[in-house]
């Protein structure tokens, strides 16, 4: 575990900063994640990407029975933290909420929670979490077994919901999306001196490394022994240095792919641009985010 980009606990520290605000954030993408469960009379469901619990906390106010795992125990921390703070507060639905240490690689008898027994109604994994997955084996088969995983957790019938950024753009163009820096997922001002790093073997894009500053100007974090001083526009603000990230280049057909080679050829499988339907944003849309939405079917 110490060896994943944000074991140090950094990340967890400023993710509530790094987000920016939760209810802009949530209003993106939450009335179409909410429409995907209610179509399938979800009632059971499974963050395995939970972060700080951020989507997982709205899932409960929503009524869900929610369990929530992941791969770095600071944000596991932060998640267990909030729900401590929302049941001392006397909200009852939260003492319901299952949080606990999960690895994509080993989710069925490995993460920390009690599964519910005949598996659930949805698991979800967003947020670009996937791509932070190295294909360790090569030709898919680390990300077959973790997609695996998620399928053996679900009942028949259940649906996941996968995203991953659109690579298809930057595998043409050489960057991201013209509006990657106002996201679905993170919009936070403070933010600062990103920059991508492609990573090309043998003339051949194969990764994309995340680099970005923090400025926690005026937060609990600016006396941390890791904080420094930076310019920026022109003055100089506390500044913490933000983990580098890997992502894998997924692009759509191969990841369509991955899904159909774990759920078989007949599953049902539908994939929105940034939550929307194709239909109401035309053809020219260019997305920051693929969404994947796929059914397990009653035998693979």
């Known amino acids: 575990q110490e060896d994943r980009p944000c074991a140090d606990g950094r990340e967890a520290r400023v993710w509530h900063l790094y987000v920016g605000d939760v209810e802009s954030r949530l ?172 990573v090309e073997k043998d003339g051949q894009l194969v990764g994309l490394v995340f680099k970005s500053d923090i400025d926690v100007s005026g937060t609990e974090l600016e006396g941390d022994s890791d904080v420094f001083l930076q310019e920026r526009d022109g003055k100089m603000v506390p500044t913490l240095k933000l983990n580098d990230i890997p992502c894998y280049l997924h692009t759509l057909k191969g990841f369509g792919g991955l899904l159909e080679s774990v759920f078989g050829e007949g599953a049902e499988h539908r994939v929105l641009p940034d939550f929307k339907e194709r239909k109401d944003v035309g053809d020219d849309y260019v997305p920051n985010y693929w969404i994947h939405v796929v059914v397990k079917q009653a035998i693979h």
């Not at 932070?132 to 995983?149: C, Q, V, Y």
């Not at 679905?184 to 492609?198: D, G, S």
Request: include cysteine; aromatic fraction near 10%.
């Open 27 to 198: 209003s993106n993408y939450k009335s179409t994640l909410l429409s995907i469960l209610e179509g399938r009379n979800v009632r059971t469901v499974y963050d395995v990407a939970c972060a700080s619990g951020i989507d997982s906390v709205m899932l409960v106010e929503e009524g869900y029975d929610v369990t929530s795992t992941d791969a770095e125990e600071n944000m596991v921390a932060r998640a267990i933290s909030e729900k401590d703070r929302r049941v001392a507060g006397g909200d009852a639905r939260f003492g319901k909420w299952r949080v606990g240490w999960g690895d994509w690689l080993d989710l069925v008898d490995g993460a920390k929670v009690e599964h519910p027994e005949g598996g659930y109604d949805a698991i979800i994994c967003i947020g670009n979490s996937f791509t932070a997955l190295p294909d360790f084996e090569g030709e898919g088969k680390t990300h077959r077994r973790a997609l695996k995983n998620y399928r053996d957790l679900l009942k028949p019938g259940g649906v996941l919901v996968i995203d991953h950024r659109n690579f298809d753009y930057l595998m043409a163009h050489k960057t991201l999306p013209p509006a990657s820096y106002s996201s679905i997922y993170y919009n936070c001002p403070r933010v600062y001196n990103i920059k991508n790093e492609l």
